[in-house]
């Protein structure tokens, strides 16, 4: 059983340039969340994925789009990038289910310049 | 919309005290809570979810819907405990992967 991969580990963009960030779901997940966490904050939900269709999405402008893949691995997209956008962005999969456990990834670092 | 707070930012404690990492959360209906914890240099981990009532490392968690809290204890505290802890609120979507996270705190146990 693989952990859940997310690729590259760290990225510098420029202002205004377009990002895609990967998730290697864990095996027989399903179901895949992103999260950006700001420097000394708590992670927050940008959206989720269920069998390749957005199920939710946190409070993120539509410049944050993301994918699903049959296979259930993951794409996060950010366009017209921000220096806010500068953060650590973590994926999550899990099984279905509301206490399911949420299996992270060692995230993304994006610096914005 | 859901909130979780986490008071303390930073908590320092000596081995063998005991410990305890507050968590509120805004009143919804039925709600889903986790406490997750991050290592140094490890990926953030679920410690303990409050619908299995289990310890864990020796923390628990009771959920207290009176005062909208779960706190973390633990009675005897280590330092392989120290850790960022975060307490999370599972959404009303079929997926516990859907959280809200309160701003975490940095528990340092001192030898």
């Known amino acids: 059983e693989t952990g859940v991969t997310q690729s590259p580990t760290h990225l510098i963009k420029t202002r205004g340039q377009q990002v895609t960030l990967r998730c290697s779901s864990q095996?027989?997940?399903?179901?895949v969340s992103w999260y950006q966490q700001a420097l000394g904050q708590g992670p927050q939900f940008i959206f989720q994925?269920?069998?390749?269709?957005?199920?939710g999405r946190g409070n993120f402008p539509p410049r944050f789009s993301g994918l699903q893949f049959p296979n259930y691995s993951s794409e996060l997209n950010v366009n017209a990038l921000e220096l806010d956008d500068s953060a650590l962005y973590l994926c999550?999969?899990?099984?279905?289910?509301?206490?399911?456990?949420?299996?992270f990834g060692q995230g993304t670092r994006l610096t914005v310049v | 919309a859901q909130r979780v707070t986490q008071p303390e930012k930073l908590l320092s404690v000596f081995k063998g005290a005991p410990v305890e990492l507050k968590c509120n959360y805004s009143?919804?209906?039925?709600?889903?809570l986790f406490w997750y914890v991050q290592y140094s240099r490890q990926r953030l981990q679920l410690l303990l979810r409050?619908?299995s009532r289990e310890s864990i490392k020796g923390f628990t968690a009771d959920l207290n819907k009176g005062e909208t809290s779960f706190h973390l204890k633990k009675p005897f505290a280590q330092e392989e405990d120290s850790a960022m802890y975060y307490c999370?609120?599972?959404?009303?979507?079929?997926?516990?992967?859907?959280?809200?996270f309160g701003e975490g705190t940095q528990l340092t146990v001192n030898p």
């Open positions: 999550a999969s899990s099984l279905t289910g509301s206490f399911a456990e949420a299996f």
């Open positions: 095996s027989g997940h399903n179901t």
């Open positions: 994925y269920y069998r390749e269709e957005e199920n």
């Open positions: 009143y919804s209906g039925s709600p889903e």
């Open positions: 409050h619908i």
């Open positions: 999370a609120r599972g959404g009303q979507e079929t997926s516990g992967s859907r959280l809200t």
